[in-house]
């Protein structure tokens, strides 16, 4: 974990102040950003840099109370190291520190913070469907999908999560066989003009 030293700063979430300092940051970090490669991670990255102009160009640097601003270490339970924390007063939870979209969801949903379809969550949302639907549409009416309805059970969250996982996988997968269709349909008229030309 030495390679997120010393912050360990969560590159999910953070403010900026403006000014010369910050935006020289800022800017360092967009012409820094094919590193990403290099480091595989954009956090560690960020974290890099953040201590570079810390260190050397005298940025100042201060932490959000982790209770507030609770990472996703300190919110599944799963990892030693750092204990789980209350989040009743927290400002702003962020999932990382998961294995995969499916765990995301699950947790969102215990933590009652899923405010989208769970296919959006493991799935993303389609650029399509958002020309389609307001954003209004595409949030859960009535606010979250609520861990009451999984009986505030992390495997039954985990479980629906999967669900919507094979639904998302079921539809991406019927959509390219539609478009294999349709060009093999094309491809065969377009054969056939061709031969009546000849």
């Not at 390679?3 to 590159?11: D, G, K, L, T, V």
């Not at 339970?77 to 702003?92: H, M, Y």
């Not at 209004?136 to 495997?155: K, P, Q, R, V, W």
Request: proline share 3%; glycine share 6%.
């Amino acid at each position: 974990m030495t390679r997120f030293a010393p912050f360990y700063a969560n590159s999910g979430f953070f403010f900026l102040q403006r000014s010369v300092s910050t935006r020289w940051f800022w800017d360092h970090v967009v012409m820094e950003s094919g590193m990403v490669a290099v480091f595989r991670s954009q956090q560690a990255m960020t974290t890099w840099l953040l201590n570079t102009h810390h260190t050397r160009l005298g940025m100042t640097v201060l932490m959000l109370p982790y209770d507030k601003y609770v990472s996703g270490a300190f919110l599944n339970g799963k990892i030693g190291r750092f204990p789980t924390v209350e989040t009743s007063d927290a400002v702003v939870l962020h999932f990382c520190w998961t294995n995969s979209k499916i765990e995301k969801a699950a947790l969102m949903v215990v933590r009652d913070s899923a405010f989208i379809p769970l296919k959006h969550i493991v799935g993303g949302v389609p650029e399509a469907h958002w020309n389609e639907h307001p954003w209004e549409e595409i949030c859960l009416a009535g606010g979250s999908l609520g861990a009451h309805l999984f009986n505030n059970s992390y495997e039954d969250a985990l479980a629906a999560a999967q669900q919507a996982d094979r639904e998302v996988k079921a539809e991406v997968y019927m959509k390219q066989e539609e478009t294999y269709r349709k060009q093999k349909s094309h491809a065969s008229r377009f054969a056939k003009h061709s031969k009546k030309r000849l």
